[in-house]
DNA sequence: TATCAATATCATAACATATTCACAATCCAA
DNA sequence: TTGGATTGTGAATATGTTATGATATTGATA
């Protein structure tokens, strides 16, 4: 079983496979890409779960990476930098790099960062066990993705789900259909706004009638909100 | 209705008018232009929400026209380029372009990133959090999007309620018509100003007699005003 | 009080937005 | 790869909102 994939980028192949062969003896899953550009496109497809992101590439150069895959996750990133470069620690930050390395680093300390990131990561998706909202005969549960209506479990798509999630743990609250795209479809999606309205429908149709003390409402010209009495 | 002006600039005229012929449909008004220095006077004039830019051009080419419109704004820019044509991202990244499409196009994937860019930037517009307020007897949440008159939640249309919002957000002051329309309705809104008296009606109505603290007041010969008692 | 212009009111036309449906595209697991 | 589930799309319809013009009313002024 792997740990989990780890993406390296460095233009530097005997890096690279160094990197790889520490990372696989512990268990971890490697991919190398030597350029900038392509880096980011191998973070798109393979949606790795950490970085490890020279600043010195061809193509773009790291800050440019970290930037473009910012924009769309928030993977954690560790940069290595070369001694003697100078390595602008205010932007690393700024551009959302989770932490750096100095190179030389020897493995031991590599490994010891990755797993830091790792842990501190997990920390925060895996106990944080309460993602789940509760109203009266109503229960969003996002660990287990499961909904509960009156006690029974309803069979509910993960988009679905995640938007009636999300509208709920903000009650009354309206959202904007681009809003709804942005917040849970995600920055980069091109897609139609009726979508939203569809999906609205879909969760109407499992929670109709089931509680007089909240509803999906439709805020006309504006959006839409999970509003509770009271 | 308007949902934004958008300068195209390109120095081939078939693809301009492609682009009018598809943004307008969905709604954007469109402004072409087919050379570099005529399109950096355009935006000066013409204050666009969003552009795209051609690299090839004559008089300046798209770079130069990025870097000089930068210099003044934050309007999101989308570049245009040619499939072959070495496109130089990390210069685009540089100059701040904010997205950047390879032609041959196609026409859905150009109207999916205007609407992506323009919705990211849109955000300001969004519903805020917590934007209420408050006086004897009536509750306006924009948040909420929800007029409370004496408890109750009165269902109101949102130009009503922005209207509302507007004026109870400072009380006693005069608006016109005029101003009402520039700053409810959008600059761009040619229309009847009798139109506020009849929203100010609705309005009224649905008011009528809720509390002597305050009241929607005609200002004759200048406006209206929300007057608030001491 | 007569007059004129500003405002209020009303009905309705024009418009914008939401709902729904059927189906297309996509994704995922067997 | 295939089939089933999910997700997205476009069109038809339904609904609600907003604008407009005609007319009545009101307020300012002489």
């Known amino acids: 079983m ?8 460095d233009d530097d192949k005997n890096i690279c496979e160094l990197l790889r062969l520490y990372l696989e003896k512990e268990g971890y899953n490697v991919i190398l890409s030597h350029d900038g550009s392509e880096a980011v496109v191998k973070f798109n ?5 950490l970085i490890l992101l020279d600043i010195m590439l061809p193509g773009l150069d790291g800050w440019q990476v970290c930037r473009e895959i910012r924009k769309k996750s928030n993977v954690p990133i560790i940069m290595l ?11 690393g930050l700024e551009l ?9 680093f020897d493995t031991k300390e ?3 960062r990755v797993k830091a990131v790792l842990r501190r990561i997990d920390q925060n998706n895996a106990p944080a066990e309460n993602k789940e909202v509760v109203y009266d005969k109503l229960v969003v549960n996002m660990t287990r993705y499961e909904l509960k209506v009156d006690g029974k479990v309803i069979d509910t798509p993960p988009k679905e789900l995640e938007l009636l999630y999300h509208l709920a743990s903000n009650p009354n609250r309206v959202y ?3 809003q709804l795209l942005d ?3 995600g920055f980069e999606y091109y897609g139609d706004s009726r979508t939203i309205d569809v999906h609205v429908k879909r969760l109407r149709e499992k929670l109709e009638g089931v509680s007089d003390q909240w509803s999906l409402k439709t805020v006309w010209g504006v959006g839409y909100k999970f509003e509770v009495n009271e």
């Open 96 to 104: 959302g790099a989770d932490d750096y390395v100095v190179k030389p």
């Open 183 to 185: 917040e849970v479809w």
């Open 45 to 49: 497809a393979l949606n790795p779960d």
């Open 110 to 112: 590599i490994i010891a």
């Open 81 to 91: 930098t070369a001694k003697g470069e100078t390595f602008d620690k205010v932007l």
């Open 176 to 178: 904007t259909r681009d």
């Open 2 to 9: 792997s740990l989990g994939k780890i993406l390296v980028v």
